[in-house]
């Protein structure tokens, strides 16, 4: 893992960089953000996708000076994902309106794409203990360090932190990434993809600084949080079916000795089943254990091919938008 946490003095003004910022009902911090986006990258163009907002969120935006838009399908993955169609950059820097990011450590995040030594960038909250220190919300703390485990276990990549909503990544990835869920999964759905199609990953500790006083989180711990759960178990399914139908066809053929091995004894002992039931049982779990398996072969055989498909994908889009 890719660690950098020295910015240049200036960013290449050959490149575009456009601020990605998710908005609903940020009225209370959105102008902060834009003015400080502004301030510290004033090459960049900062786009507001207000998300159905009642508090004059985006009017506010735009008298600060950003590019505003509209996104009328609720939730966070649904804005991210028409940002994502929407702008041509070379370089995109996405964060929450909520003022909890600083601006200042922008040019850190931006540093590796501009030196190519990564495709996606993440703002880490958690190593440097401020997010600890300004979060009061509970379970936020476990919840992230849950995925951060679930991930490291089916992917093999330990992420410092996983849900940050402070990013940045290239032009190839951005136009490559297919965002699949509607919500707070994006961010979710964004390390495990990075990871499973072998993007370069790298990781910058930032501050973190909880919502001013007025600003209210629009994250439900625990309805949010079992939709994160769903999208990993859902895209593991994706990925790595084999390890999925694998380990289900273990399961399976252990339970299935477990209810065969007594009646097998009895058998060797008696010559007789007395307890056809529970042969029947075994041979339907092992059986179903075969299939599983056979079930995981095969899907991986289709992963393996639309991995092929996604490379030569990846290959025209550098060949489209180029290496920055």
């Known amino acids: 893992m890719e660690q950098t946490a020295d910015a240049p003095e200036t960013l290449e003004r050959a490149s575009r960089v456009a601020v990605l910022v998710p908005c609903y009902n940020e009225a209370v911090t959105i102008g902060k953000v834009v003015d400080d986006f502004r301030r510290v990258l004033p090459d960049a163009t900062v786009y507001v996708y207000d998300n159905n907002s009642s508090d004059g969120t985006g009017d506010i935006a735009r008298e600060h000076g950003a590019v505003v838009r509209t996104e009328r399908r609720q939730g966070k993955g649904n804005v991210v994902r028409q940002m994502m169609r929407d702008i041509d950059a070379d370089y995109y820097l996405m964060v929450d309106g909520d003022d909890t990011y600083p601006a200042e450590a922008a040019p850190a995040l931006l540093a590796p794409l501009l030196a190519d030594e990564a495709d996606m960038v993440v703002g880490d909250r958690l190593s440097n203990g401020t997010y600890?220190?300004?979060?009061?919300?509970?379970?936020?703390g476990f919840g992230n360090d849950l995925v951060r485990v679930l991930i490291k276990w089916i992917y093999g990549f330990?992420?410092?932190?996983?849900?940050?909503g402070y990013r940045a990544y290239n032009a190839v990835f951005a136009k490559t990434m297919p965002v699949l869920s509607p919500?707070?999964?994006?961010?979710?759905?964004?390390?495990?993809?990075?990871?499973?199609?072998?993007?370069?990953i790298a990781e910058v500790p930032i501050d973190y600084r909880d919502r001013p006083e007025g600003s209210e989180s629009k994250l439900s711990t625990f309805s949010d949080g079992m939709k994160v759960l769903l999208m990993i178990m859902s895209l593991f399914k994706?990925?790595?079916p084999l390890a999925l139908f694998s380990w289900m066809a273990l399961l399976l053929c252990v339970l299935g000795l477990v209810a065969g091995v007594p009646v097998i004894w009895e058998f060797a002992q008696t010559g007789l089943v007395p307890k056809l039931p529970s042969a029947l049982l075994a041979v339907a779990l092992v059986f179903?254990?075969?299939?599983?398996?056979?079930?995981?072969?095969?899907?991986?055989?289709v992963v393996k091919g639309t991995r092929k498909e996604y490379e030569l994908e990846v290959l025209k889009a550098y060949e489209r938008y180029g290496r920055r």
């Open 158 to 164: 330990e992420f410092s932190d996983v849900m940050t």
């Open 183 to 200: 919500g707070f999964e994006i961010e979710t759905e964004l390390s495990i993809h990075a990871v499973d199609k072998r993007w370069r």
């Open 238 to 240: 994706d990925y790595r």
């Open 288 to 301: 179903v254990g075969v299939l599983s398996f056979s079930c995981g072969l095969i899907l991986d055989t």
């Open 132 to 140: 600890g220190q300004e979060n009061d919300r509970a379970f936020h």
